[in-house]
């Protein structure tokens, strides 16, 4: 099952407009992730928030964490063309006594940036 | 450094058959983790590698089975396919186990069976 919801599912905007996605979780972690799939390629790494921080930033990108509501947004300053891709956050739900944790993924937002 | 490797790319297979699908991490990575993803159910953990030993087994029927090598390469194995088993199925090294890790895909392998 999905531990991680984005929201929209899908969101179209023009280029130099901001995009902003969530993600809800449903259990208590230890980090969030997110990711951008390229259409029918694997996915990239673009942050990780640990869940003792609020926010981060890298580049144009912006995450937030609030871990009393489960959520988290990433926002995507500026947008280009270039950034149109699928984005996911990955959570790290714990998966039980004595089992390793496993990182799960959300349904993912799917961007598509218009010139 | 080369990235993740994943071969084959496209696979069309028939149901009934068997499948084995071929990944090279990052040099010196040592953990190795399985993923299918489908339009209808994302992506979906199958099982997690590091040092040879299966570390983590996601909720998947014991027709989907893997392996680690010593060289950290991994493979994994679907047997008796069904429909249902189309999907792109992502590889993805770290240089430890565990899910507070950043992982690096590779391009996947795009299974189609009919």
């Known amino acids: 099952s999905q531990q991680g919801e984005e929201d929209p599912q899908a969101l179209s905007i023009q280029e130099g407009e901001n995009a902003t996605m969530n993600c809800s979780y449903k259990?208590?972690?230890?980090?969030l992730q997110w990711y951008r799939q390229n259409s029918g390629r694997g996915l990239v790494h673009l942050i990780l928030i640990r869940s003792n921080e609020r926010e981060k930033h890298s580049g144009r990108l912006r995450v937030t964490l609030d871990t009393s509501k489960k959520s988290s947004s990433l926002l995507i300053t500026a947008s280009r063309a270039a950034d149109t891709a699928s984005y996911f956050c990955a959570t790290d739900r714990l998966g039980g006594l004595g089992t390793a944790s496993k990182l799960t993924f959300g349904t993912g937002t799917r961007l598509q940036v218009t010139l | 450094k080369a990235g993740v490797t994943q071969t084959p790319r496209y696979l069309i297979k028939t149901r009934g058959q068997q499948v084995t699908l071929s990944c090279s991490p990052i040099s010196g990575h040592r953990s190795v983790s399985w993923y299918q993803q489908t339009p209808g159910q994302g992506l979906q953990f199958l099982f997690e590698y590091f040092s040879e030993t299966q570390r983590n087994k996601g909720n998947f029927p014991g027709r989907f089975s893997g392996r680690q090598f010593s060289n950290s390469r991994s493979e994994m194995n679907v047997s008796t396919l069904e429909l249902g088993d189309s999907a792109l199925y992502l590889c993805?090294?770290?240089?430890?186990?565990?899910?507070?890790?950043?992982?690096?895909f590779g391009s996947g392998t795009q299974l189609s069976v009919l």
């Open positions: 259990t208590s972690i230890n980090n």
């Open positions: 993805a090294s770290s240089l430890k186990p565990g899910a507070s890790e950043k992982l690096f």
